[in-house]
């Protein structure tokens, strides 16, 4: 008779969460009171966006991530909605572009610009109109860009092609219409060729996006599910809500046989909502329920026992909602790997919570922060909407790494000289990465000398100098830079008045000492 110990190695064994100091919180920020039972945050490396209460139609907060500390009163809202906002959701190729949804049937695209808001912003940039009820739910595909779903309590849900040019869409690319009930929860697979639903009817079903038809689809009476989850590349589920004697349960899927779940596991008797989140990077599972302040975590694997506890954060402070920060967002020198944003109502307050892993070295832990996916979509919208599936592409979270997926590069054209050599694109990684000489490997050093200073002038492309101000990859970071030029071409205008000015008052000067010197 074997005997097996009780605890496992792991290093998340210590996993501890570390709640911000007062001054680094969200003070005084009017949290919505909304009774529906999603996240009412958003979180990105740039703003924290919050469903807030509004008078005559319904608004969110968009609040830059370093403004900490007590809000104005008065701040700026983002407010177009007739009803109430109930889901949004940021665009994960776009950092200034954000998706909400509302009781009053309409979806709206908003361009958040990086200055602070002024005044409320009520221009959109897309509407999408289509669903025949209110809209409950938002999610972005997580690898093809400008492609959004959307779910309402028409018991439909609607595929969109933002990648147009009308500022009013009328309907949808594709409707899937195969719920009974109100959809509770959406979650894609990694390339997001499948799609996982939760229905109010306590059903799971596994829908493929791009025909509307049902691949699964549990019909396991023991498990009355609320939220989905795919839990990355393991061919698994995760499943949250109550089992038959109303205690609040998870339970864990194969991807292929939703008949009976592989393991249940019941967490308490209380009545909240439990949001599970995943870290497919570190395998971890983050169980957060709403109404109290607990956040237990947990070691997925694909061998029995799957789910392993490790420990719980505790507090006293009861969350309504919560926002999750992407991982390039992370601070990966206090190895820090996962951050919440909870709302606290009772207190309107946000309070980040940083799951940290206890390590004495400040360098960068390769082992807890493998390649992730990056903020580059590695898809179209009409690539995905033919039929083609591919992977995320990775970033490494090191400081100053590059992109590490391979991207499709255009074809290239025919040299007349075989030995001639085409210098990189200036957007590609590769003319980022490295100079465009290649010195031989016998070549003597004096004359790498005196090559250095020539193809040194070589290495600004289009007024970029690709080592110091590499060229924009990405429509964020063009936009980034625009708002940079921007800032320099006012602050040049400025000096030129100030010149001006100073130069019509030598003028004058010059005048007054001419008309004295005549007089004399």
Same mark, same amino acid.
């Given at each position: 008779m074997s005997w097996h110990p009780q605890y496992r190695s792991s290093k998340f064994r210590h996993v501890f969460g570390k709640p911000a100091s007062k001054?680094?919180?969200?003070?005084?920020? !009017?949290?919505?009171?909304?009774?529906?039972?999603?996240?009412?945050? *958003?979180?990105? !490396?740039?703003?924290?966006?919050?469903?807030?209460?509004?008078?005559?139609?319904?608004?969110?907060?968009?609040?830059?991530?370093?403004?900490?500390?007590?809000?104005?009163?008065?701040?700026p809202k983002v407010c177009g909605h007739r009803g109430n906002v109930l889901d949004i959701k940021w665009n994960p190729f776009n950092d200034f572009e954000i998706a909400s949804c509302s009781e009053d049937a309409t979806i709206k695209i908003w361009r958040i610009p990086k200055q602070l808001l002024s005044r409320n912003l009520t221009a959109f940039r897309k509407e999408l109109v289509g669903h025949f009820r209110r809209v409950g739910l938002v999610e972005w595909h997580p690898t093809a860009a400008s492609i959004l779903f959307s779910s309402g309590y028409d018991y439909k849900v609607m595929v969109w092609n933002l990648d147009? @040019?009308?500022?009013?869409?009328?309907?949808?690319?594709?409707?899937?219409?195969?719920?009974?009930?109100?959809?509770?929860?959406?979650?894609?697979?990694?390339?997001? @060729?499948?799609?996982?639903?939760?229905?109010?009817?306590?059903?799971?079903?596994?829908?493929? !996006?791009?025909?509307?038809?049902?691949?699964?689809?549990? @019909?396991?009476?023991?498990?009355? *599910?609320?939220?989905?989850?795919?839990?990355?590349?393991?061919?698994?589920?995760?499943?949250?809500?109550?089992?038959?004697?109303?205690?609040r349960q998870m339970a864990l899927w194969s991807q292929d046989d939703l008949s009976v779940p592989l393991t249940e596991e019941d967490l308490d008797g209380s009545s909240g909502v439990l949001f599970p989140f995943y870290d497919a990077d570190t395998n971890m599972l983050y169980v957060v329920g709403k109404g109290d302040g607990n956040i237990r975590y947990y070691e997925v694997s694909s061998d029995r026992p799957h789910l392993n506890y490790l420990t719980e954060y505790r507090s006293y402070n009861p969350q309504k909602g919560i926002g999750v920060m992407p991982k390039r967002g992370l601070d990966v020198s206090s190895c820090e790997i996962f951050r919440f944003y909870k709302l606290i109502t009772t207190k309107s307050l946000i309070e980040p919570v940083s799951m940290i892993v206890p390590r004495r070295s400040e360098s960068f832990q390769e082992d807890i922060y493998p390649p992730t996916a990056g903020a580059q979509p590695s898809l179209t919208a009409q690539e995905w909407l033919s039929g083609i599936n591919r992977e995320p592409l990775l970033v490494s979270l090191r400081p100053g790494s590059e992109l590490l997926s391979p991207q499709p590069q255009p074809p290239e054209s025919p040299l007349s000289n075989a030995n001639a050599a085409a210098p990189a694109s200036p957007r590609s990684p590769e003319a980022v990465r490295r100079p465009s000489f290649v010195f031989g490997e016998r070549?003597?050093?004096?004359?790498?000398?005196?090559?250095? !200073?020539?193809e040194k002038k070589r290495w600004f492309t289009n007024g970029?100098?690709?080592?110091?101000?590499?060229?924009?990859?990405?429509?964020?970071?063009?936009?980034?830079?625009?708002?940079?030029?921007?800032?320099?071409?006012?602050?040049?205008?400025?000096?030129?008045?100030?010149?001006?000015?100073?130069?019509?008052?030598?003028?004058?000067?010059?005048?007054?000492?001419?008309?004295?010197?005549?007089?004399?």
């Amino acid at each position: 008779m074997s005997w097996h110990p009780q605890y496992r190695s792991s290093k998340f064994r210590h996993v501890f969460g570390k709640p911000a100091s007062k001054e680094n919180c969200y003070d005084s920020v !009017p949290i919505t009171r909304s009774v529906h039972d999603n996240h009412f945050c *958003a979180v990105n !490396p740039h703003f924290i966006a919050v469903v807030t209460e509004c008078a005559g139609g319904g608004a969110f907060l968009v609040i830059p991530l370093h403004q900490t500390g007590k809000l104005d009163p008065h701040y700026p809202k983002v407010c177009g909605h007739r009803g109430n906002v109930l889901d949004i959701k940021w665009n994960p190729f776009n950092d200034f572009e954000i998706a909400s949804c509302s009781e009053d049937a309409t979806i709206k695209i908003w361009r958040i610009p990086k200055q602070l808001l002024s005044r409320n912003l009520t221009a959109f940039r897309k509407e999408l109109v289509g669903h025949f009820r209110r809209v409950g739910l938002v999610e972005w595909h997580p690898t093809a860009a400008s492609i959004l779903f959307s779910s309402g309590y028409d018991y439909k849900v609607m595929v969109w092609n933002l990648d147009t @040019s009308d500022s009013v869409i009328m309907g949808p690319v594709k409707t899937i219409d195969c719920h009974q009930d109100v959809i509770l929860s959406m979650s894609f697979n990694t390339n997001g @060729s499948l799609l996982a639903t939760t229905c109010k009817d306590r059903k799971i079903r596994i829908l493929d !996006p791009r025909r509307g038809t049902v691949v699964q689809e549990a @019909s396991y009476k023991g498990h009355r *599910a609320n939220k989905v989850l795919f839990l990355g590349n393991l061919k698994k589920l995760l499943s949250t809500g109550t089992s038959r004697w109303n205690n609040r349960q998870m339970a864990l899927w194969s991807q292929d046989d939703l008949s009976v779940p592989l393991t249940e596991e019941d967490l308490d008797g209380s009545s909240g909502v439990l949001f599970p989140f995943y870290d497919a990077d570190t395998n971890m599972l983050y169980v957060v329920g709403k109404g109290d302040g607990n956040i237990r975590y947990y070691e997925v694997s694909s061998d029995r026992p799957h789910l392993n506890y490790l420990t719980e954060y505790r507090s006293y402070n009861p969350q309504k909602g919560i926002g999750v920060m992407p991982k390039r967002g992370l601070d990966v020198s206090s190895c820090e790997i996962f951050r919440f944003y909870k709302l606290i109502t009772t207190k309107s307050l946000i309070e980040p919570v940083s799951m940290i892993v206890p390590r004495r070295s400040e360098s960068f832990q390769e082992d807890i922060y493998p390649p992730t996916a990056g903020a580059q979509p590695s898809l179209t919208a009409q690539e995905w909407l033919s039929g083609i599936n591919r992977e995320p592409l990775l970033v490494s979270l090191r400081p100053g790494s590059e992109l590490l997926s391979p991207q499709p590069q255009p074809p290239e054209s025919p040299l007349s000289n075989a030995n001639a050599a085409a210098p990189a694109s200036p957007r590609s990684p590769e003319a980022v990465r490295r100079p465009s000489f290649v010195f031989g490997e016998r070549a003597p050093r004096w004359a790498a000398e005196h090559r250095l !200073p020539e193809e040194k002038k070589r290495w600004f492309t289009n007024g970029f100098d690709v080592f110091e101000c590499p060229p924009p990859k990405t429509e964020n970071e063009l936009l980034q830079m625009f708002y940079r030029q921007q800032e320099e071409i006012r602050r040049l205008r400025e000096l030129l008045t100030q010149r001006e000015v100073q130069s019509k008052q030598l003028e004058l000067e010059i005048k007054n000492l001419q008309m004295g010197s005549g007089r004399f």
